[in-house]
């Protein structure tokens, strides 16, 4: 099992990369946003890489940090979410915003990627939507999964973005706005009072 590769980058293309390790060309899928972070052809670059081994193929997939390879784990878990269309969200969606899209139950923003209509988006969200607190991602989206799943706010947080979106605000903004003004108003707060603070963080 290749776990990681630490080498001289040799070439890229739209969805893969070639990364010479000791004379030795590994070639890589992975995502634009992992491409893109690996910059210019002989750059000393490292990566994390998943192996998938079949009857008929082996690839290897490589992720610029350890969150979006554990993402990519996960979303290939969902039926019907292979390897390419893993890509494909990932190169759109960055892990925090992954993780605040699913939280907020937001199939529009999960559509963005190609592969992804709102059938396959369904199931994607109503599948992980237990399990995106286990990944490690950046406080802020931590923050707002564990807002999210607090009992006493729960009813009155979806109201408020559900409020919020009936205004024209895109969803995912409206979950961020309103998970923020919970954060600070704690959970006895009601509806009408987080509308006002979600449409002041909206207005920032």
């Not at 993780?99 to 529009?108: F, G, L, V």
């Amino acid at each position: 099992m290749i776990a990681k590769l630490s080498g001289l980058l040799d070439s890229t293309g739209l969805d893969w990369a070639i990364i010479d390790v000791a004379g030795v060309g590994y070639l890589i899928s992975a995502s634009t946003r992992t491409l893109r972070r690996l910059g210019s052809t002989g750059n000393a670059v490292s990566v994390h890489t998943e192996m998938w081994v079949s009857e008929d193929k082996m690839a290897l997939y490589g992720f610029a940090d350890i969150t979006e390879r554990d993402w990519f784990r996960l979303l290939t878990t969902v039926q019907g979410v292979g390897a390419r269309v893993a890509l494909n969200i990932l190169s759109v969606l960055a892990p925090d915003r992954l993780t605040s899209a699913i939280a907020a139950q937001d199939k529009t923003t999960l559509c963005e990627a190609d592969g992804v209509g709102p059938k396959l988006a369904a199931r994607i969200l109503n599948e992980l939507k237990d399990k995106v607190a286990t990944l490690a991602t950046t406080p802020v989206a931590a923050s707002q999964t564990q807002a999210a799943a607090q009992p006493a706010v729960s009813s009155s947080v979806g109201d408020a973005v559900s409020a919020l979106v009936n205004l024209g605000y895109k969803r995912i903004e409206a979950f961020t706005a309103v998970n923020k003004a919970a954060q600070t108003l704690g959970g006895e707060a009601d509806v009408s009072a987080l509308i006002r603070a979600g449409l002041k963080e909206l207005s920032q």
